[in-house]
């Protein structure tokens, strides 16, 4: 057993989730419609990077309750990026007031529920990892 793939791998997948949402916080603010489609790019970019991420690491999995980790992480950012798609239909319609509001009120929720389960994904990993014996 080898905790680090999944430890590397939840890692990022928390990091591209933060960096998400940081990218959503910015395409709300410009009216520009260059700059709003470069930040849903790299949003996609994101997205697709944590798809083959999640891909990977599901194929790590040996242990019940790591799956069940990894369950409530998929859930949560099929939530979350319900949520963020709705902010952005509103943005790029220059509906700037909606799109913070809805952002405050449902698409922060799901992106605070999505971070939180990542973190735990992580943590649980970690202390997995520390668990098993060094390797010779």
Do not use: W
Not at 12 to 36: D, G, K, W, Y
Not at 91 to 116: F, I, L, M, V
Not at 118 to 132: I, P, V
Request: contains cysteine; aromatic residues 6%.
């Amino acid at each position: 057993d080898d905790a680090m793939p999944g430890l590397s791998l939840a890692a990022r997948i928390s990091e591209n989730i933060a960096s998400s949402q940081i990218f959503l916080l910015r395409h709300i603010m410009p009216t520009n419609v260059t700059e709003m489609s470069d930040l849903e790019k790299r949003i996609d970019g994101l997205r697709e990077q944590n798809q083959k991420d999640s891909e990977e690491y599901s194929r790590t999995i040996v242990r019940a309750d790591d799956r069940a980790l990894f369950d409530k992480l998929q859930q949560t950012r099929s939530a979350y990026a319900t949520a963020r798609a709705r902010v952005f239909e509103l943005s790029r319609a220059n509906k700037k007031a909606e799109a913070e509001s809805y952002n405050a009120s449902t698409c922060r929720p799901a992106y605070e529920n999505c971070q939180a389960a990542a973190t735990t994904m992580f943590e649980s990993n970690s202390k997995y990892g520390r668990r098993l014996p060094l390797k010779k």
